[in-house]
């Protein structure tokens, strides 16, 4: 744990000098706000049991302590209890930089790259060891996908591959799905006809965070799965073309399913950025896109860019493709990777589900 070199109190703030040279301010009404003391978190449940708004913001320090494991203050006001900071979370809170606690390097790659480092583990070390999971996760944060081979051929035990993850989210599909071409469902991946690379729930408010799918049966020709980096292909278009970079970072494009005795409707930009400008998602599904109308310039460029992205969505270069065999579950970042699957004659039988991006990031965080 990094130590504390020298503490400053100011007439507004408290200058915090570390050891390794960095340097640090809060407010005084800060300090009070992010007590640990009981009476302001509670010790079990963590939550802030302190009236914020009620505190006084001309509130300042009388006096200031420090240990080996954290700082101390004394209010000028004595009716506020001493505040005690954890040193570990002063330390994390060093900067106002957004934190991302379970960020993973990422390896963006194509049809070639992916070749050379393919992510794989085994299902029973996921099924029985939490370092089988985290490992697991880890390669979905860092290529967008994993396959865990030596899955049983079936929904039962696909679905306990998922609720190593977190909770079967329920849609309109249902929680586990269990499907074939029959068209049970009004989706095209509901039949045996080609699916350009798309990711899923366009049209939901919250698109499902991961998707995990598992071929349990496959007696036909064709059929391939394609998955493309849509993080890979951004960084591409964002330096080959910036304005179309721009114009799907900006337009919001809506997405709807209708059917199924539902009417949902969505929209968000296919680039969606953080407030730090990083790239967060990647939102594109042509087959489901609503119709929508711009300026006439605007359309235009509009178009330009959709089209700019779909070829490179297209290229074979960037695709990965594959007919997934049965034991061989997929797991993917549907806010990263696109999929779809070439046409097929035969039969074919799928299962799978989607997982909550909050549930698949809460796991992580645990499991670290």
Sequence with gaps: MIGIERLDREADRLRIEWADGSISEHSWLWLRDHSHDPATLH???????????????????????????????????????????????????RSPDRL??????RVLWDGTSI??????????EVIDDDDGVARWLDLVARFGFCMVIGTPPSV????????????????IFGGMWDFRADLAKADTAYTNTELRPHTDGTYSL???????LHCLAFDGTGGESTMVDGFRVAAQLRVADPEAYEVLSTVEVPGRYVGDGV???????????????????VSFNNADRAPFTLPFDEMQRFYDALRALERRLDDSRLQWRRVNPPGE???????????????????????G????????????????
């Design 156 to 171: 039962e035990a696909t679905e306990r591959l998922a609720r190593r993850v977190g909770y079967v989210r329920e849609t």
């Design 206 to 212: 919250d698109a499902p965070g991961l998707q995990l």
């Design 263 to 281: 009417d949902l409707r969505a929209s968000r930009p296919v680039f969606r950025h953080g407030t730090d400008g990083m790239l967060e998602q």
């Design 115 to 124: 070749l050379d480092e393919w992510p794989t583990v085994v299902y029973d």
């Design 329 to 351: 579950a997929m797991l993917f970042d549907n806010w990263r990777v696109l999929h779809g699957r070439l046409s097929y004659t035969g039969h074919r039988h799928l299962c």
């Design 100 to 105: 991302d606690d379970v960020y993973t390097e």
């Design 43 to 93: 010790p079990d449940t963590r939550q802030r049991q302190l009236a914020t708004a009620e505190v006084d913001p001309s509130l300042t320090a009388a006096a200031i302590t420090s240990t080996d494991v954290a700082v101390v203050i004394e209010w000028s006001d004595h009716d506020h209890p001493d505040s005690v900071l954890p040193l570990d979370f002063l330390a994390v809170h």
């Design 353 to 368: 589900c989607y997982i909550n991006r909050e549930d698949y990031l809460s796991r992580r965080r645990l499991l670290a």
